[in-house]
Every structure is written in C-alpha cells, then in structure tokens.
C-alpha cells in the first residue's frame, strides 16, 4: 500500500482492508501517512503504528479501541493455529496485531504477508457485521 511501511505490513493491511466497507476505504486513505512505531519482540510481527492525524481523518468508528478487521489464518491442511487483526483507535489505525492459537504451527506476520495473495473475503463485511472474517492461506513451517 505503501513504500513507507514494511512490506509484511503493508501487504497485510491491503489484504485486509479490501473491502468496499466504508470503514475500510476510511482506513486505506491513513495508510500514506502511517509508519511503524514498533514491533513486536517475540517475532510474531506484530506492529505498532504511528499516524499523523492532521493528514488523515477518522473512520467512523466512534471513540475507543476496536478492531476494524480480521483475518483468520489457515494452513494448507485447513487448521486455523491464529488470526490477524486491524485494531484502530479513535478512528485511526493504531497496530495490527497477530494472535496464535497454536503451539505447532509458527504464525507470524511474514506468513501472513506470504498469504495475502490468496486472501478470500467472506462476504465484504466489515468483521463487527459479519460471522465468517476473511481468511488468509498459510504454509506450515
């Protein structure tokens, strides 16, 4: 999406916020003006954003913490070992986060990233509106 960010961010962020949501669209146009303010330690990829807020305007999403998007991982065999998730602030994207659920298959945001060419969206709901998040294709490693 940007030259800024991360290739695995960037490319995740695409995948999931492809939506015609008018969420999601709110979201794509922060991305120009989004950096990473940190990383997770762990190695999950987990990012922390940075935003210049005078550049870009909210989504409406109303105040707090929510997570504007999802996206399940699942690998080749169909196991579902975590997720990825566009949680904003305020309306503006605050980090993506990347959760495992496994013990056995290593999810990070660099398989994500792999995976995001193969993103299936569900039904172009937003994932407050809709039961089955999109869902990215991951390798076993």
Not at 2 to 13: I, K, Q, Y
Not at 109 to 120: E, K, Q, R, V, W
């Given at each position: 999406m940007?030259?800024?960010?991360?290739?695995?961010?960037?490319?995740?962020?695409a995948a999931v916020l492809c939506t015609d949501n008018p969420v999601?669209?709110?979201?794509?146009?922060?991305?120009?003006?989004?950096?990473?303010?940190?990383?997770?330690?762990?190695g999950c990829g987990t990012a922390y954003f940075e935003l210049d807020t005078?550049?870009?305007?909210?989504a409406p999403t109303g105040?707090?913490?929510i997570v504007a998007a999802e996206a399940q991982l699942v690998t080749e065999?169909?196991?579902?070992?975590?997720?990825?998730?566009v949680c904003t602030q305020g309306g503006y994207l605050s980090w993506l986060e990347v959760c495992s659920w496994s013990g056995d298959v290593e999810v990070?945001?660099?398989?994500?990233?792999?995976?995001?060419?193969?993103?299936?969206?569900?039904?172009?709901?937003s994932s407050a509106a809709s039961a089955a998040p999109p869902t990215l294709r991951v390798q076993v490693q």
């Open positions: 940007t030259e800024c960010l991360p290739a695995d961010v960037a490319d995740v962020l999601h669209a709110t979201l794509r146009r922060q991305v120009p003006h989004l950096s990473v303010r940190g990383r997770c330690t762990c005078s550049k870009a305007e909210p105040p707090g913490t065999a169909g196991e579902c070992p975590g997720e990825v998730l990070t945001l660099a398989a994500a990233s792999l995976a995001a060419d193969t993103l299936l969206i569900s039904d172009g709901q």
